[in-house]
């Protein structure tokens, strides 16, 4: 396995794992939170990352092989908690952990939020500057705030069609 290109300066913090495949390029200025023993970013083989990328991960988000995430995209498996008024957010603490996935094949655009819980399938497309709150399904574009899906790729036809034309 070949070491990844991180370009300088990044920020990789915590005592988590940060695990990776083959060729693996993530862009400068990318921030890693890895806040807790057992945390795992795992990034699949061929996959590039654009500058200003970052992650908050607890427990574990998985991004698949081939992937393309652009600029200024975050990924979170964890949040601030904010419950008690009368404690700041800052200490707070954090919510429980929930995994996120992220399939082989996915293009993420630039400004994007990916959020705890959230699966995306393979061959996906995500527009710039979407918020993700919810599973996307292979084969399909995404775009919002909250990001939904598009547009989806008809096997039997062979075409990407609108949603309403499926």
């Known amino acids: 396995m070949t ?6 300066p990044y920020s990789v913090f915590g005592d988590g794992q940060l695990t990776y495949g083959d060729n693996v390029h993530i862009s400068e200025h990318a921030w890693i939170s890895l806040p807790r023993a057992g945390a795992c970013l795992r990034v699949g083989d061929h996959t590039q990352i ?3 990328f970052g992650v908050s991960c607890a427990e574990r988000i998985t991004i698949g092989h081939s992937c393309v995430i652009g600029e200024r995209v975050f990924i979170a498996d964890v949040g601030h908690a904010y419950e008690d008024p009368s ?3 800052l200490v707070s603490g954090l ?8 399939g082989d094949d996915v293009l993420i655009g630039v400004g994007s939020f990916i959020g705890p819980g959230v699966t995306i399938g393979t061959h996906v497309m995500i527009g710039a500057n979407s918020v993700v709150l919810h599973d996307i399904p292979s084969y399909s574009v995404a775009a919002g705030n909250p990001a939904r899906v598009i547009k989806r790729f008809d096997f039997s036809s062979g075409q990407w069609m609108r949603m309403g034309e499926v």
């Open 3 to 8: 070491e990844p290109h991180i370009s300088m």
């Open 50 to 52: 654009g500058r200003f």
């Open 87 to 89: 404690r700041p957010i």
């Open 95 to 102: 919510t429980d952990p929930m995994p996120v996935t992220i």
